[in-house]
Antibody
Framework: QVLLQESGPRQVKPSETLSLTCTVS??????????WNWIRQFPGKGLEWMGD???????NYNPSLKSRVTISVDTSKNQFSLSLSSVTAADTAVYFC????????????WGQGALVTVS | EIVLTQSPATLSLSPGERATLSCRAS??????LAWYQQKPGQAPRLLIF???NRATGIPARFSGSGSGTDFTLTISSLEPEDFAVYFC????????FGQGTKLEIK
């Protein structure tokens, strides 16, 4: 059973960088079978896919965030991480890490989520 | 960007009734459409992937249909635990989500 757990600061100041880490258990990020994702949910409940990463370090990002987002992977720790620069109040959201499904078209395992407030 | 529009925004039904939720895409997504259920304080839970395939452990009362731009999630007979918010999601060049349908108890 794959489990994901987000960690990191829950409050960030405007103009600073938001950083979160997702720790994976029950599978290896370096297995090469899946992409590992970050998704956020705004207070109004809308969901936004931010990007994904393969164990090789290859990434895909949402074009609307591409200039501010960086996703990285640490295979030795079985973790992947999110950095979002120049944050504003509009970046206040619950941030989820999620595993791509075997079909490569959905997300079948999610972390519990981390509410990050920009203030 | 492909926009997904869900309807209705809110659906009020009673346990035992049939629920029909709609998701329309601004352009064809083939069959790359998924459905999720979300309860307060929880992460979304994958119900259906590739338009009509139930995810592992999902009860048979949940079914999905459609292709191209029009998709439907059907819950054949509502159980008390089914009242939640439902999102659709597509995978084309990148992923986008619908705005959600709240299924509430009438």
């Amino acid at each position: 059973q794959v489990l994901l757990q987000e960690s990191g600061p829950r409050q960030v100041k405007p103009s600073e960088t938001l950083s979160l880490t997702c720790t994976v258990s029950g599978d290896s990020v370096s297995s090469g079978r899946f992409l590992w994702n970050w998704i956020r949910q705004f207070p109004g409940k809308g969901l936004e896919w931010m990007g994904d990463i393969y164990y090789t370090g290859n990434t895909n990002y949402n074009p609307s965030l591409k200039s501010r987002v960086t996703i990285s992977v640490d295979t030795s720790k079985n973790q992947f991480s999110l950095s979002l620069s120049s944050v504003t109040a509009a970046d206040t959201a619950v941030y989820f890490c999620a595993k791509e499904s075997s079909s490569r078209t959905a997300f079948d395992v999610w972390g519990q989520g981390a509410l990050v407030t920009v203030s | 960007e492909i926009v997904l529009t869900q309807s209705p925004a809110t659906l009020s039904l009673s346990p035992g009734e049939r629920a029909t939720l709609s998701c329309r895409a601004s352009q064809s997504v083939s069959n790359y459409l998924a459905w999720y259920q979300q309860k307060p304080g929880q992460a979304p839970r994958l119900l259906i992937f590739d338009a009509s395939n139930r995810a592992t452990g999902i009860p048979a009362r949940f079914s999905g249909s459609g292709s191209g731009t029009d998709f439907t999630l059907t819950i054949s007979s509502l159980e008390p635990e089914d009242f939640a918010v439902y999102f659709c999601q597509q995978r084309s060049k990148w992923y986008t989500f619908g705005q959600g349908t709240k299924l509430e108890i009438k």
